[in-house]
């Protein structure tokens, strides 16, 4: 805040001094300021509207520049709007009536196109820049004198634009304006980043500061989610974020911030660990710390208590089989029912193709087919764990383009060609449950005699195929749309660590024949 303050005055002296001694302000720039009728440098801009104009309607504040008439008066303002004019981006404009002499002139950064009250005139500079000219109208003291001198009226002041353009002012020539303008400029957006800043950091502080030392753990946590965590991740994480909460209030419903030490902190990870397996115990771990750390930062907690944690759990369950070798999917896929319209086993061969995620493939439409360069593209998904609706991708990364078999694209082709091309082709109702899909493949894995995997596996079958075929492990990655290709090699480690032995296996043989 005190950063932001100094800014804005000394935004406000180095203004106001600049356009008194401009050419001490110069450095290598040595053009002649000359002094001009403001009716040379600029033309008034009129378009009126009628009542019904949808644009946007603005106003022109003192302190925040052009900006939205509803978030300057905290609500929408209901009026006739007949009259009112046209104001672009870039173009100048300032309220033609005033208590004193201090007329404000603003230029529209705030929308390609707005409207603004008819006691509002609107110019733009002739071949000159015209945030140059509202700076010398803003801040030189001559214009100052000069408005008090031109101005009209006996209790409110009025300004026309005919006036105004009977003034002086001093300019140098274009290239100095825009240098100027672009300093100016530099400033004011540096200004409004550390407003910006101000303004969450006073959102945080209100939040938080009502958190003491001696208040609950568990009511911290609370807080520390809807500050840091509400609005910057998905749902899905959010979710998760309230749960371990769940199990805080649960495990440690009465302990005090003050009284989090490695002991009791080390206590609540036990008995946690009892009932979810280590890697869950790992979770939840993460989850705690985040928050942990903050408080320690912020002086709630005297220790970080996470240091050293010892992550147990309780015995893993058989993990299932989580994918197939070649042959049992091309038994797997010789068992689907792929005759007449869009299926469930039209879906299970999809993802089997492309290793796809299921709310994935579930958000595909028509659209989304290039049939004619053979791609499949993604950039959406569909929200089977709630009320369904596309969704966005689960990362960035996740938005690509999967190259599809020319047998894929001839049976696509014929299958979406009469559906809706912005609807998903598998969703026939809004809710979709995966259990129902796991159901069908399952009955299909039995009947053709295999291990029983669900949809997600048959993604972990696509890129372990692809993985022994030889695929790098970065095109693996981008095809399956991993943030990076460490989570490839994670999720996959059993496969390559394989690949890498058969490898040794080559290299020895290779290097025995050369004896």
Known sequence: ?????????????????????????????????????????????????????TLPVLTSSKTEGVILQEEHFGRKQQHDITGYNVLPRSYCTYRNRSDGVDFTFNVNECCDMGIISKFYPIFCGNNNDTYFLSLVLNNSDEVVHEIAYTCTGTGQKVLSFLDLQKMSIRVPRQEEQKKTSAFFKQLDNLITLHQREC????????????????????????????????????????????????????????????????????QILNNYAVCHERQTTMDFHHQLKGAIIDAVDDGLIAKDPTRKAIIKGKTPAAKKIKYLNQYELHTLLSELDLRGDINWDWLILLTAKTGMRFSEVLALTPNDFDFAHQMLLINKTWDYKGNGGFLPTKNRSSVRKIQIDWQTVIQFSELVKKLPPDKPIFVQKERVYNSTVNDILARHCQKANIPIISVHGLRHTHASLLLFAGVSIASVARRLGHSSMTTTQKTYLHIIQELENQDVDLVMRSLSGLS
């Open 1 to 53: 805040m005190i950063i932001h303050n100094v800014l804005l005055c000394r935004e406000s002296k180095l203004k106001n001094v600049f356009f008194r001694e401009p050419r001490k302000y110069l450095g290598s720039l040595t053009f002649t300021w000359e002094q001009r009728k403001l009716g040379e440098l600029i033309s008034e801009y009129k378009e009126t509207v009628d009542s019904s104009c």
């Open 199 to 266: 303004k969450y950091i006073k959102l945080e502080a209100n939040v938080l500061s009502r958190i003491k030392e001696t208040d609950l753990f568990c009511d911290y946590y609370d807080q520390w989610i809807k500050v840091y965590k509400e609005g910057a991740v998905r749902k899905v994480t959010m979710d998760k974020y309230r749960m371990t909460y769940s199990w805080l209030k649960r495990l440690a419903p009465s302990l005090r911030l003050c009284d989090v030490t490695r002991v009791t902190y080390q």
